[in-house]
């Protein structure tokens, strides 16, 4: 069982940063890839980024690549995305999660969820 708590959310003006911490229970973290997505009201969640077990290999989706980082440290339990140069588009509830299969796109390949955070860009 993993538990993972959000935090880092908030309002920003657009062309700012957030960095979003997401902070997990147990012992087994290091087991588990992570991944970011968010969710707007009315749509389905999408996928944001993913990160190996290591931490060696991440992924982004298209409209994040060059702007958003994604790092873990196992020995903390915790993963962060540092988001930069944030758009309007980027306003969403961001939600981490942690999956035994491998840094996935989609959301049925992870095992547990953290309860979001919001991120609202202003424009």
């Known amino acids: 069982q993993v538990q993972l708590v959000e935090s880092g959310g908030g309002l920003v003006q657009a062309g700012g940063s957030l960095r979003l911490s997401c902070a997990a229970s147990g012992r087994t973290f290091s087991r588990y890839s992570m991944g970011w997505f968010r969710q707007t009201p009315g749509k389905e969640r999408e996928f944001v980024a993913a990160i190996t077990r290591s931490g060696s290999g991440t992924d982004y989706a298209d409209s994040v690549k060059g702007r958003f980082t994604f790092s873990r440290d196992n020995a903390k339990n915790t993963v962060s995305l540092q988001m930069n140069s944030l758009k309007a588009e980027d306003t969403a509830v961001y939600y981490c999660?942690?999956?035994?299969?491998?840094?996935?796109?989609?959301?049925?390949?992870?095992?547990?969820w953290g309860q979001g955070t919001q991120v609202t860009v202003s424009s």
């Open positions: 999660a942690a999956g035994l299969r491998g840094p996935s796109t989609v959301t049925r390949d992870y095992d547990y």
